[in-house]
């Protein structure tokens, strides 16, 4: 479905009239607006709705750091398109759904341009300026559909798409000086990170030789679940997806209970920005660990994403800055070597010298539409 809507400062007062099937066009106080029309082409063929498929966030990782316009995390479904005029008031607001080039009609009074991927139909209707665009709150529980639109997997574990990574543009500037037609270029920013446990090794001597280590489940802690302002990447939330009761609608941050771990088929999971260095998020290994005596208990590894040599955990960074933040539009890889036990609660923190991380820091590829006005 496709929805056009026009809004005029005559109107900040008064009741909001519009409907999804005609265009609602008022006239300015300083005049009439010239109509113009917007040609958004997004160069990706059509994305399938259908069941997932290859997308859960256990396998192969994509390798073209979401560059490709139109498939793996550069997947573009629901779009939603933002035009305001110089006070930053409404003037169209436009959704659709990708399947190529679209139309967009607008007038020459808009000045000014977001564009927004996978997000839910309708979620910035009712809101009429820039800044009200910016802090429509947007659950990371979305991404456990394959289109964004949906939260129907949170509550299966494991179930995040790469396919439908929440993306939102910069402000772009329209000049109509030279006509109707305008043909800017447009990039669009991942609001999410990757974070991904890409290795595990061992490495039990001295007091630990003999032990043996077996995870049995991979997870997030203290992630973030909801975007509450898209410029300021402020969030909100702090869940797990351990694989108990009370994490029972966020279970799709965690991998629920596996038999082995392979470097082939590694674990990843995508989440919002956290800059708290008190409580930062973090990706917990939890398995079964076994003295060489026979013994055997559960134990945590909770590892700080991008942390460096610091706290309890011993890291090497590369590439990032390692001050424990995670940023949007970013993938984290976090190779671990296990060398000792670990603790007897995810809130606890890990024992130096006990779990080596090298984290790998990288900036996903923009995805560059063109757009033709």
Request: aromatic share 10%.
């Amino acid at each position: 479905m496709k929805h056009t809507l026009y809004i005029s400062s005559l109107l900040a007062a008064c009741m909001l009239l519009f409907s999804c099937a005609s265009d609602n066009t008022v006239v300015p106080e300083n005049g009439t607006p010239e109509h113009a029309s917007v040609n958004i082409s997004l160069s990706t063929g059509i994305v399938s709705s259908g069941a997932k498929s290859a997308t859960r966030s256990t396998g192969v990782l994509p390798t073209d750091k979401g560059g490709t316009v139109g498939a793996n995390e550069g997947t573009l479904n629901h779009i939603c398109v933002g035009l305001f005029n110089t006070n930053d008031k409404l003037v169209t607001l436009y959704e659709y759904d990708y399947k190529g080039d679209e139309k967009v009609p607008t007038r020459t009074d808009a000045v000014k341009m977001l564009v927004f991927a996978n997000v839910p139909t309708g979620a910035f209707v009712g809101k009429y300026t820039v800044s009200d665009f910016y802090t429509v709150a947007q659950d990371l529980g979305y991404t456990s559909s394959v289109d964004g639109k949906t939260k129907t997997g949170v509550t299966s574990f494991n179930s995040q798409s790469m396919k439908s990574l929440p993306m939102m543009s910069d402000v772009q500037t329209l000049n109509w000086g030279s006509g109707t037609t305008l043909s800017p270029k447009v990039t669009l920013n991942r609001m999410v990170a990757r974070v991904a446990l890409t290795n595990i090794t061992y490495n039990f001597t001295g007091s630990y030789t003999g032990c043996t280590f077996a995870p049995t489940e991979i997870f997030m802690y203290n992630a973030s679940n909801s975007l509450t302002n898209w410029n300021t990447k402020s969030v909100s939330g702090s869940v797990s997806g351990e694989n108990i009761p009370a994490n029972a609608n966020t279970a799709y941050l965690g991998s629920g209970t596996i038999s082995s771990f392979s470097s082939s088929s590694p674990y990843y999971f995508y989440v919002f920005p956290n800059s708290s260095t008190t409580v930062p998020t973090k990706l917990v290994i939890k398995g079964t660990f076994t003295t060489k005596s026979g013994t055997t208990y559960t134990t945590y590894y909770p590892i700080t994403v991008n942390s460096s040599a610091t706290g309890n955990i011993i890291s090497t960074v590369t590439g990032g800055t390692g001050d424990s933040k995670i940023l949007s539009n970013t993938t984290y890889g976090l190779a671990v070597t296990i060398s000792g036990t670990g603790v007897n609660s995810v809130s606890d923190e890990l024992t130096a010298t006990n779990v080596t991380v090298t984290t790998s820091v990288d900036d996903y590829t923009n995805a560059t539409i063109a757009e033709h006005f």
